[in-house]
């Protein structure tokens, strides 16, 4: 449901998996509630429920790098859905380079999905990279749910872009987002013309 493939990449960035144990954090935004939990084997494991569109119990599971493959196989078929015909360079640094942090997104224990969130300066301003959904996936809050949950986990400033002619990611977008949230056309010098939200998940 992203724009384009990762297009603006200049910063330096990736994942260190953290293990131990965090704190419970509860936000509600929207009708869906989601919470920071434990951490899982591999990872920072979250959980976001909708207790009025789904029962299906959704995760967001950092990946190591022995899963890389799957995930290429994922994001490639995503970018072909979008009419990009090109590799993406990117995804090794995820597992090479702090600030990148590669997740699956679960539907009741089954990969429903996948987020790239990456850090662009120190605020920090992180920007959804690249976020996709299984087609036998969507319609079913999945989507909503996982991207409130990267942002409950990620606490600050965000940017999401998305490619002018993706209508539907747009409108994606715009229910997940603070209501209110401004989508600006922006088009860059070395960046393509992309429509763009900027604004912030910390809880008050």
């Given at each position: 449901?992203?724009?384009?493939?990762?297009?603006?990449?200049?910063?330096?960035?990736?994942?260190?998996?953290?293990?131990?144990?965090?704190?419970?954090?509860?936000?509600?935004?929207?009708?869906?509630?989601?919470?920071?939990?434990?951490?899982?084997?591999?990872?920072?494991?979250?959980?976001?429920?909708?207790?009025?569109?789904?029962?299906?119990?959704i995760e967001i599971e950092a990946i190591p790098g022995s899963?890389?493959?799957?995930?290429?196989?994922?994001?490639?078929?995503?970018?072909?859905?979008?009419?990009?015909?090109?590799?993406y360079p990117y995804l090794p640094l995820y597992w090479a380079?702090?600030?990148?942090?590669?997740?699956?997104?679960?539907?009741?224990?089954?990969?429903?999905?996948?987020?790239?969130?990456?850090?662009?300066?120190?605020?920090?301003?992180?920007?959804?990279?690249?976020?996709?959904?299984?087609?036998?996936?969507?319609?079913?809050?999945?989507?909503?749910?996982?991207?409130?949950?990267?942002?409950?986990?990620?606490?600050?400033?965000?940017?999401?872009?998305?490619?002018?002619?993706?209508?539907a990611g747009l409108r994606f977008w715009r229910s997940v987002?603070?209501?209110?949230?401004?989508?600006?056309?922006?088009?860059?010098?070395?960046?393509?013309?992309?429509?763009?939200?900027?604004?912030?998940?910390?809880?008050?």
């Amino acid at each position: 449901m992203k724009s384009k493939a990762d297009s603006c990449e200049s910063f330096p960035a990736s994942i260190a998996l953290r293990f131990g144990v965090l704190q419970t954090r509860i936000v509600q935004c929207s009708g869906l509630i989601a919470s920071v939990e434990s951490t899982s084997r591999f990872g920072l494991c979250l959980r976001a429920y909708n207790p009025t569109t789904t029962a299906m119990k959704i995760e967001i599971e950092a990946i190591p790098g022995s899963s890389q493959h799957e995930l290429k196989t994922m994001l490639s078929d995503y970018l072909i859905e979008l009419g990009v015909d090109a590799e993406y360079p990117y995804l090794p640094l995820y597992w090479a380079e702090p600030g990148r942090f590669p997740y699956f997104i679960l539907a009741d224990g089954q990969v429903a999905g996948f987020a790239l969130v990456r850090t662009l300066d120190e605020s920090p301003l992180f920007e959804m990279a690249e976020f996709g959904v299984s087609k036998s996936h969507r319609g079913l809050a999945v989507g909503k749910a996982a991207a409130l949950a990267l942002f409950a986990e990620h606490q600050g400033h965000w940017r999401v872009t998305v490619m002018p002619d993706n209508l539907a990611g747009l409108r994606f977008w715009r229910s997940v987002v603070p209501s209110g949230t401004p989508v600006v056309f922006s088009e860059e010098p070395d960046q393509d013309p992309c429509m763009l939200m900027l604004f912030s998940s910390v809880q008050a």
